[in-house]
């Protein structure tokens, strides 16, 4: 199964949400519906982004899951759009 990995820019916090509970969070909603490989947190210029990435069967589940991520996440901190991709080799292409 192709390889996919969503990344979403996370801002300021949700009230009674904890820094460690985000990353989970968003890993928890793809394994509902996917295999999850890996999940990550990387700092770009001083922002915060998770990087959650996954196994799917097509491009459009893929983008259903990388969509449960991103409102995983949205429910817990303020958050960028999601940027997904998929593995071509040893190249991340952006998946439209």
């Known amino acids: 199964m192709p390889s996919y ?5 996370v801002g300021a ?4 949400t904890t820094p460690e509970t985000v990353l989970p969070a968003g890993a928890d909603a793809a394994a509902a519906l996917t295999t999850v490989e890996a999940r990550d947190v990387e700092l770009r210029g001083g922002r915060a982004r998770i990087v959650v990435r996954f196994t799917a069967a097509d491009d459009v589940d893929a ?3 990388a969509r449960a991520v991103h409102g995983a996440v949205e429910a817990l901190a303020h958050v960028g759009l999601p940027e997904l991709t998929s593995r071509h ?3 991340w292409v952006p998946v439209r």
Do not use: K, S, Y
Request: proline share 0%; glycine share 14%; charged share 35%.
């Open 13 to 16: 916090l949700r009230a009674g």
């Open 5 to 9: 990995r969503v990344r979403i820019e």
């Open 63 to 65: 983008h259903l899951a």
């Open 89 to 91: 080799g040893n190249r």
